[in-house]
């Protein structure tokens, strides 16, 4: 049985890679034909972003995937550790280009 919650996140995350912007929940159904409402996703968006894996910039705003989000969904793919990564830099330069985590 899949997780939603990890089923989507995984769906934010591809759709925030293909597309670099902010993902709504009735654009994310409709990319990769999701069985789920509108408003279920929704639900999950704000869990997702309690646990610091979505953030969403303005209320009406979608949602675009955390630093951490990201770093666990490529390990995951890419299936080693990123231990020799400085995460400071990551964390500077994701300010830079507008994707700081603290959002």
């Known amino acids: 049985m899949v997780d ?21 929940s ?3 159904k409709n ?4 069985t789920y409402s509108p408003a279920t996703i929704r639900g999950y ?8 894996f979505l953030a969403q910039e303005h209320v009406s705003s979608g949602r ?18 990123l231990n020799f990564v400085d995460e400071e830099a990551i964390a500077y330069f994701s300010k830079d280009v507008g994707l700081d985590e603290r959002r």
Do not use: C, R, V
């Open 64 to 81: 675009t995937p955390t630093t951490e989000a990201l770093k666990l969904y490529w390990e995951s793919k890419l299936n080693f550790k």
């Open 4 to 24: 939603k919650k990890e089923f989507l996140l995984h769906s934010i995350i591809k759709a925030y890679i293909e597309h670099l912007e902010p993902i709504g």
């Open 45 to 52: 968006f704000k869990k997702l972003g309690d646990e610091g």
């Open 26 to 28: 009735t654009q994310l």
């Open 31 to 34: 990319m990769y034909d999701i």
